[in-house]
Nanobody, 119 residues
Framework: QVQLVESGGGLVQTGGSLRLSCVAS????????MAWFRQAPGKERDFVAR????????YYADSVKGRFTISRDSAKNTVYLQMNNLKAEDTAVYYC????????????WGQGTQVTVSS
């Protein structure tokens, strides 16, 4: 079993930055990919960014391209989301997810961390 724990959320003003972290623990951790999702109040959970664990290719939602950067540190079993130039519409609970294989997308989830951007 894999446990994911997010941290780094908080309150920030428009234009500010935050870095989210997601640490994985449990059995030997070598996922196919890791991703960040977010869910604003009253809305569905949306994809934000993904990184392939071994090849490090990345993929972003159009709404965050050029502002957010996903990265990972395999030695620390940690994935990061650097968020710059934050906007009010980025306010949401941010979740990290791990895909154990290409055919098992997002089969592990963290509990989420709140990001609030004030205008």
């Amino acid at each position: 079993q894999v446990q994911l724990v997010e941290s780094g959320g908080g309150l920030v003003q428009t234009g500010g930055s935050l870095r989210l972290s997601c640490v994985a623990s449990g059995r030997t951790f070598s996922p196919y990919s890791m991703a960040w999702f977010r869910q604003a109040p009253g809305k569905e959970r949306d994809f934000v960014a993904r990184i392939n664990w071994s090849e490090r290719w990345t993929y972003y939602a159009d709404s965050v391209k050029g502002r957010f950067t996903i990265s990972r540190d395999s030695a620390k079993n940690t994935v990061y989301l650097q968020m710059n130039n934050l906007k009010a519409e980025d306010t949401a609970v941010y979740y990290c997810a791990a895909s154990s294989s290409r055919n098992n997308p997002n089969d592990y989830w963290g509990q989420g961390t709140q990001v609030t951007v004030s205008s």
